[in-house]
């Protein structure tokens, strides 16, 4: 008598999540912090790393999930990928500071990381955060001709730091991106107050929209008037929107 085969759940899909850029000053970390408050909101679990070591924004504002790493260390660099091996159900979110390119280029090329996340399920996904300049146009050529379709690419256009990304659009390489399965969204821009009073504050987006206990004390919030609570509802809202079509 044969046996009735036994159907199995297949395994959770581990996905990484750079955020990148290169360049300094483009809101990575304010991505980085953007998608840390989309998991919260949507109970996914996550780890963080923080690559920065003068600013350490992650770590700052959502200190309980992250965790320093100096990519100038490949052991360092490891538990990254050992992580996402290790609890694929748990997404791993890495803060990538200015000028970490080409160190972690160097360790993804020299360990082997594509190839071992191809064998082991892990989905590497490289946020490209950009803004209106033309260094960023430039950056993301750089990151196209080096990985190809080994990476799956999402797109940042940050409007808080320009809204006008014609040079991109006229340089082909968002066209390139595209065609190798790239994702786009759009970050548009928040009142500079309302972003300096969080800064100030350490708060996270969720304690500075609903006035609860910030990161630094239980007087709470980052001290947001009403209109301004608003306008960053109505932000979070668009960015959450952008966010939910990637599937996360």
Do not use: C
């Amino acid at each position: 008598m044969s046996e009735i085969p036994t159907l199995q759940t297949p395994p959770a899909t581990a996905r990484i999540h750079f955020i990148g850029g290169e360049k300094g000053g483009v809101g990575k970390s304010m991505v980085s912090r953007l998608i840390a408050q989309y998991f919260i909101d949507h109970d996914i679990p996550f780890i963080g790393f923080d690559t920065d070591r003068s600013h350490s924004s992650l770590m700052r504002f959502y200190m309980g999930y992250a965790s320093p790493v100096l990519v100038d260390r490949y052991e360092a660099l490891d538990a990254i990928i050992e992580a996402a091996i290790d609890k694929p159900e748990r997404r791993v979110l890495v803060d990538l500071a200015a000028q970490t390119h080409e160190p972690l280029t160097r360790w993804i090329e020299d360990s082997g990381v594509l190839d071992l996340a191809d064998v082991s399920g892990v989905a590497i996904h490289y946020w490209h955060v950009m803004d209106a300049g033309r260094d960023s146009v430039d950056l993301l050529k750089r990151v196209l001709d080096r990985f190809g379709a080994r990476l799956r690419y999402v797109l940042v256009r940050n409007q808080l730091r320009g809204d006008d990304f014609g040079q991109l659009e006229r340089s082909g390489e968002q066209e390139r991106a595209l065609a190798l399965g790239a994702r786009v969204v759009d970050v548009k821009r928040l009142h500079d107050a309302v972003v300096q009073k969080i800064d100030a504050t350490n708060a996270s987006f969720w304690s500075a929209k609903n006035g609860g206990g910030s990161l630094i004390g239980p007087e709470g919030g980052a001290g947001l008037g009403l209109m301004e609570k608003q306008r960053l509802k109505l932000w979070l809202g668009h960015v959450q929107s952008e966010f939910a079509k990637l599937g996360l």
